[in-house]
């Protein structure tokens, strides 16, 4: 088993009234047994029709005694985000637009490829970010997500699937990428809880080097990140200045390219076969000269990396347009010409809105006592 995440320090309230017991680890349904005059082992069996077998009805858990399980449905629950809109795109992508039992709303994406899966997860409902070329960055922050809310996209879209139990073989969800609405590293101990219980191998069973965390660039917690999850490291660099990233990325103010590339070259378990993705999205005239991308090799020289160019997904709104197929192509030949991996992200799921940059809901209002992230 993995590090035990803590127990919810409230309870996870359903709109019934029940706890909801998704985002317990191991360790605090255990907690639950014990107080419940329960053998602790029984917290296992548990644990594993939650995480492994996906059952959201206590009925269906066979080697429970009925007693106890008419026990636990009448205080608890296994819940899942409910899903208002489900778009699914011409290029195969889904999007849910999911209501949270307070009202708010998030979006999350499955983007399926011919032998893999990605799962698009947020991490918060808005972002306190603003970058100036995400829709996302245009909604204010609400609150962040539970451990529990995380991990319910995952199981949410499992079910969609049908992928419980947990295949060894098949899966249409391969990897999980912490890349939706939010700034996962200024949500670290949810996103640490519910990452911990996708990778539990006795569970949701999702390995470490199928899952990546993408930071604005939240340059202290990038370590704490590599020692603590292990997992593939994404870096949203999209400028090689700070004039320029001030600009595009506000958070350089705080945090400037100097100082993340140093916590970059410092992330534990950094090599060849585990390296760093900087994402870099190309705006037409502002970011995508040849000039930017031999500056762009300068800067990560001697980093293990690979640049991800994404053309810009555009809103209604939007400041900025998507650069030329050609200006793209120059500057990803300049990239690969030094040694470093350089694909052109295809946009999928354009046509509903779902493709990287493009999330939203409409959980604008600020909510009293709401969760709010560090400011940028």
């Excluded at 359903?14 to 047994?33: E, K, S």
């Excluded at 011919?114 to 808005?126: F, K, P």
Aim: charged share 25%.
């Amino acid at each position: 088993m993995s590090a035990p995440a803590a127990m919810p320090a409230a309870p996870n309230l359903a709109g019934d009234g029940r706890t909801d017991l998704v985002g317990y680890d191991l360790a605090a349904l255990t907690a639950l047994f014990v107080e419940l005059g329960e053998p602790a082992f029984r917290a296992r069996q548990l644990y594993r029709w939650i995480y492994n077998r996906g059952a959201t009805d206590f009925a269906a858990m066979s080697d429970l005694a009925k007693p106890l399980r008419d026990l636990l449905a009448a205080r608890f629950r296994v819940g899942r985000p409910g899903a208002t809109s489900v778009l699914e795109s011409f290029d195969g992508t889904t999007k849910w637009l999911l209501r949270l039992t307070d009202g708010n709303e998030v979006e999350c994406v499955h983007i399926p490829e011919t032998d893999r899966g990605a799962l698009c997860v947020s991490s918060q409902v808005g972002c306190t970010l603003s970058c100036k070329f995400c829709h996302t960055g245009t909604q204010r922050l609400v609150r962040n997500l539970t451990a529990a809310e995380i991990l319910g996209q995952v199981m949410l879209a499992r079910d969609r699937f049908g992928e419980w139990p947990s295949p060894v073989e098949g899966r249409r969800i391969t990897n999980i990428v912490m890349m939706g609405m939010g700034e996962p590293l200024y949500n670290w101990d949810n996103i640490a809880a519910a990452l911990r219980l996708a990778m539990d191998g006795e569970g949701i069973a999702i390995s470490r080097r199928r899952i990546t965390l993408s930071t604005a660039g939240v340059a202290p917690m990038i370590r704490r990140c590599g020692e603590e999850l292990g997992v593939n490291l994404a870096i949203s660099l999209h400028a090689v200045t700070d004039e320029l990233r001030d600009v595009l990325v506000p958070l350089n103010r705080k945090y400037p390219i100097a100082e993340l590339l140093a916590a970059c070259r410092g992330y534990p378990g950094l090599r060849n076969a585990r390296r760093i993705t900087f994402e870099y999205v190309m705006l037409k005239g502002v970011n995508d000269s040849a000039d930017e991308a031999r500056e762009l090799v300068r800067l990560i020289a001697g980093i293990p990396a690979k640049v991800n160019l994404i053309p810009f997904n555009p809103w209604p709104g939007a400041p900025y347009e998507r650069s030329d197929d050609d200006t793209i192509e120059r500057f990803a030949e300049i990239v690969r010409r030094a040694g470093y991996p350089s694909p052109v992200r295809t946009p999928r799921g354009e046509d509903i809105m779902a493709a990287c940059g493009q999330l939203k809901s409409a959980s604008e209002k600020m909510r009293r006592g709401a969760t709010a992230a560090p400011p940028a």
